[in-house]
């Protein structure tokens, strides 16, 4: 089997996508300190590459986001929100269609990095809390209850703790298009030195170059594709044999062999823990 790499293509990542742009929000400054946008984007959707005048914490309650960011593609499942500083260039889309229940928070507020996207663990109490909120109408009262609801979300905030399974991209015009056509084919097992010869370099440069631009070899590199893959099938609700084989696995084994050594826990517990802290969150609502 072989890639076809295409160089001379400026398409979208995400193919499929291309006529399926949704409508950025309109809007130059926020009602509040805190603003809740609720959306449900269907599957094969985005939003276009765009900057805010505020901060974003980016969330959702089902399915699982793909943020691109500089340097960066984030999964966003929803167990994780993306911290996104005013000014932070992003593009949002999903394959599958998610719940987005995001939060505009004013500049002002400088208890999260402001320079740098962060992927967050989203704790029960704050998943709750963003419930909550997203039912105040828009001009809710800054003296009562809504108004401790959003400040007892901002100042938790700096408490979640970080995640650093984000997919590195790169950005030299020919490895660019290597990691988009390889992301569009998980289940490709496709050898350095195969993809060296498409790209008519050594096998010896295309590492270099590789390790220079993304931290990691080419073959972790996949790895992590299809790990964070995996994390998205799976909350698709498709059984793990049909994951495993579509990321092209022969059979579960090796795959949930993959995905306990990325993760420390195999698919199933990580279905079991996500739908817990699921059935947890509606609960408290």
Not at 68 to 81: Q, T, W
Not at 84 to 100: D, K, N, W
Not at 149 to 157: A, D, E, G, H, R
Not at 247 to 275: D, H, K, N, T
Request: charged share 20%; aromatic share 10%; proline share 5%.
């Amino acid at each position: 089997m072989t890639i076809c790499i295409d160089k001379a293509s400026n398409q979208e990542i995400n193919k499929p996508m291309k006529e399926n742009k949704l409508s950025l929000l309109e809007m130059e400054s926020l009602p509040r300190e805190v603003f809740v946008r609720q959306q449900y984007i269907p599957a094969q959707h985005f939003f276009p590459a765009h900057t805010h005048n505020w901060h974003q914490l980016l969330y959702a309650t089902s399915g699982v986001l793909t943020v691109d960011v500089v340097n960066e593609r984030l999964f966003i499942s929803p167990e994780k929100a993306v911290w996104l500083p005013m000014g932070c260039e992003h593009s949002v889309s999903t394959a599958f269609g998610a719940e987005l229940k995001s939060l505009y928070i004013d500049a002002s507020y400088q208890q999260l990095d402001t320079k740098k996207s962060l992927v967050l663990e989203i704790s029960a109490l704050l998943k709750s809390l963003v419930i909550e909120a997203s039912s105040f109408e828009i001009n809710y009262s800054t003296t009562g209850y809504e108004q401790q609801v959003i400040s007892l979300i901002l100042s938790s905030l700096p408490r979640l703790a970080q995640d650093k399974t984000h997919l590195p991209w790169p950005t030299s015009t020919e490895l660019y298009h290597l990691c988009t056509q390889l992301y569009n084919h998980p289940e490709g097992r496709y050898s350095t030195a195969i993809l060296a010869k498409e790209l008519n370099v050594s096998k010896r440069t295309l590492e270099r170059r590789f390790i220079k631009e993304t931290g990691k070899s080419l073959q972790a590199w996949c790895l992590r594709l299809r790990f964070l893959k995996a994390i998205e099938l799976l909350n698709t609700n498709q059984s793990i044999t049909r994951i495993a084989l579509e990321l092209g696995y022969s059979s579960p084994s090796p795959f949930i062999y993959m995905f306990r050594a990325q993760s420390g826990v195999s698919p199933g517990q990580y279905l079991a823990e996500s739908q817990r802290n699921s059935t947890n969150s509606l609960k408290s609502n």
